[in-house]
Nanobody, 120 residues
């Protein structure tokens, strides 16, 4: 329901850096977590990094130490700084906001996807 607009990404050589940004079209009242997922060709979407509200960031083992997730709750944005990129990081990256919608349930909002390509 809530539109998430992504920016950033692109094409870099292995070892390079890229950043991703995601902003909600409108304020979200109760955010449970904000994160980034990615999907490589022929593979399922996987969690890259997530930062629960009131918690600490969690990262996939494959990106830990290289990627950093950050949130700006006031601006309803989530960013991902990607350093030391590897060819296996090549994928379409999607931002995600999980929000509380009452009745003890949550809802996921997704960005449109941003291509990240890392050449060897």
């Amino acid at each position: 329901q809530v539109e998430l607009v992504q920016s950033g990404g692109g094409l870099v050589q292995a070892g390079g850096s890229l950043s991703l940004s995601c902003s909600a079209s409108e304020s979200i009242t109760s955010i449970n977590a904000m994160g980034w997922y990615r999907q490589a060709p022929g593979k399922q979407r996987e969690l890259v990094a997530i930062m629960p509200t009131g918690g600490v960031a969690n990262y996939a083992n494959s990106v830990k130490g290289r990627f950093t997730i950050s949130r700006d709750n006031a601006k309803n944005t989530v960013n991902l700084q990607m350093n030391g990129l590897k060819p296996e990081d090549t994928a379409v990256y999607y931002c995600n906001i999980n929000s509380y919608i009452g009745l003890g349930r949550s809802r996921d909002s997704w960005g449109q996807g941003t291509q990240v390509t890392v050449s060897s």
